[in-house]
């Protein structure tokens, strides 16, 4: 199983970034799949998820400017962030939730991490 981040950066604040994040080796239409980021110093908290039936939930500091979404057909899914804010700044990680061919049980599966920063 791999899931691979791309599309982080260096951007000013109010500018926008898109990641992406491709998933090989897992059931993609069953995975519950979310981005979660860690700053220096601060606990990991979860950005988005977007479920198998493509429900979305986000946390409060970013609702009305991330989007999460997913493309079955790609095995692909992503996270638009508009009006981007110095607080955004760390390091975002895709996350699956989710089973092999074969599996019965899920579990947690990580991406290596995408460095997002953002100057005001």
């Known amino acids: 199983v791999q899931l691979v981040e791309s599309g982080g950066g260096s951007v000013q604040a109010g500018r926008s970034l898109t990641l992406s994040c491709s998933v090989s080796?897992?059931?993609?239409?069953?995975?519950?799949l979310g981005w979660y980021r860690q700053a220096p110093g601060k606990e990991r908290e979860l950005v988005a998820s977007?479920?198998?039936?493509?429900?979305?939930n986000y946390a409060d500091s970013v609702k009305g400017r991330f989007t999460a979404s997913r493309e079955y057909y790609k095995k692909e899914f992503y996270l638009r962030m508009n009006r981007l804010e110095p607080g955004d700044t760390a390091v975002y990680l895709c996350?699956?939730?989710?089973?092999?061919?074969?599996?019965?049980?899920?579990?947690?599966?990580w991406g290596q991490g995408t460095q997002v920063t953002v100057s005001s």
């Open positions: 996350h699956a939730f989710g089973r092999r061919p074969g599996q019965i049980n899920r579990i947690n599966y």
């Open positions: 977007i479920s198998g039936s493509g429900d979305t």
């Open positions: 080796g897992l059931i993609f239409s069953d995975a519950d």
